[in-house]
């Protein structure tokens, strides 16, 4: 059957202007020596950001570092090429300075040929080192744009422990990608002061994480009960200051607070925490969940009333805004919260005396005061509803936009026909 469609002048020009606005299609390639289910913060970033690039309509290639000594190359559900290039790695977290070097000498020699075959128009190295190192010979071999983006342990003066044997050369084996990448972003406001303070001529793009809001929401109705449920995510490590948690719970012990605790996480501190949870009373229960799978983050999220994020340096944080997406009341130091928070307390409880006293107290105010619990849970949920993952790719999208002239944008093409002025044309539908 044969039909016929009339669009008006104005409906013609809405339509165009939706096409023109539209981003245009890009090959991507991503180079990170972390990528799920290995790696944290910036490997699940990563994840999320590609994912919602490829439901863009971006073509994605991803070359990360797998565990074990196996290669393995696959086409994901999200419809991304994902490559895991085998160095022995055995630990899903935080991988030692030797095998951060391994990943650099594998990036570095195997991602020609992938890059080569997947032509991109643009490459993104997730930290300067090892990938935006790695990614240099590439970007001159290839004649391909260079992203570096800084996540936080590349930028010096963030995180000195993650380097081990390698800190004195951290600042020679970042220098030469901040100043050759074509283009340099960092995941926050912080780290773009830190890296302004390490090279001042490189001001970085803050291009900061996003959340998805669909997977992350609160639950139907909390429960009321008198026990406080509170909820710790990250690595065990001093920078996170969990000891000062552990140390808050036995706080609240001493003052007959009852509270549940859940450490989503691993570390070397893990021994201390649990040795320090064993001379709890009942009253206060502390469960350690080792690193909880991606797929089950929403759910465990949604089981605590409160997230604490302590962390002495941070970007942006996913487990910041996963937490309140799932509508949780945050307490948190300044350094990491404060970009998204904002200098007040509507969204989030602040700790500017960092003690474990300190800590306990607030969490008893918060297990006494159900009203600004719930106050705070609506707050943080709303905030959070404004940092989408699809508003980070439409930025990303804008800034690869001068680094791809090979990409022809629609409007220099006559895509459309543009109806009469005396009212309407006509377009045959099947």
């Avoid at 391909?144 to 422990?161: E, K």
């Avoid at 948690?245 to 549940?260: E, G, I, K, S, T």
């Avoid at 759910?299 to 605590?304: F, I, M, P």
Wanted: hydrophobic fraction near 45%; charged fraction near 20%; glycine fraction near 8%.
């Amino acid at each position: 059957m044969i039909g016929q469609e009339t669009i008006s002048l104005s409906d013609w020009t809405n339509r165009a202007q939706l096409l023109l606005d539209a981003p245009q299609p890009l090959r991507l390639s991503f180079l990170c020596h972390e990528f799920p289910p290995l790696g944290g913060g910036a490997a699940t970033a990563l994840d999320q950001l590609t994912r919602t690039l490829a439901q863009r309509g971006h073509a994605i290639q991803i070359v990360t570092i797998g565990l074990g000594r196996a290669s393995t190359m696959e086409a994901d559900p999200a419809g991304r090429w994902v490559a895991r290039l085998g160095v022995g790695r055995k630990k899903l977290l935080a991988p030692s300075a030797w095998h951060l070097w391994r990943s650099y000498r594998a990036l570095k020699r195997q991602s020609h040929r992938l890059l080569s075959e997947f032509q991109p128009d643009a490459m993104v190295a997730y930290f300067a080192f090892p990938a935006g190192r790695a990614a240099l010979s590439l970007q001159k071999n290839l004649q391909v744009p260079l992203v570096a983006f800084l996540r936080g342990s590349d930028v010096p003066g963030f995180s000195n422990a993650r380097w081990g044997a390698f800190q004195k050369a951290q600042r020679f084996l970042v220098r030469d990608v901040w100043a050759n990448a074509d283009l340099l972003l960092a995941n926050g406001q912080s780290l773009v002061r830190l890296a302004e303070a390490f090279m001042p001529e490189r001001r970085p793009v803050n291009l900061a994480n996003g959340v998805d809001t669909q997977r992350y929401y609160p639950p139907v109705r909390r429960t009321d009960g008198k026990t406080l449920d509170v909820l710790f995510v990250g690595q065990l490590i001093e920078r996170k200051r969990c000891r000062e948690l552990l140390a808050a719970m036995h706080w609240l012990d001493r003052h007959q607070v009852p509270a549940r605790l859940t450490v989503a996480g691993d570390g070397p501190l893990r021994a201390e925490l649990e040795a320090m949870a064993a001379k709890l009373s009942p009253r206060v229960q502390v469960q350690f969940a080792g690193p909880v799978a991606r797929q089950r983050m929403a759910e465990l999220y949604r089981g605590h009333e409160v997230l604490v994020h302590l962390s002495r340096a941070e970007g942006v944080s996913n487990v910041l805004l996963e937490g309140m997406a799932s509508g949780l009341c945050v307490v948190a130091s300044r350094p990491a919260a404060g970009e998204v928070c904002g200098d007040g307390e509507e969204h989030c409880v602040y700790l500017d005396a960092m003690t474990s006293e300190r800590l306990g107290q607030t969490l008893a105010e918060l297990a006494g005061d159900l009203d600004r619990r719930r106050q705070l849970q609506v707050a943080a949920r709303t905030l959070a509803q404004q940092h989408q993952w699809s508003q980070v790719a439409a930025r990303l999208e804008e800034h690869l936009e001068p680094l791809c002239p090979q990409i022809i944008p629609l409007r220099q093409h006559d895509v459309l026909r543009r109806p009469d002025t005396a009212g309407s044309t006509q377009k045959k539908a099947a």
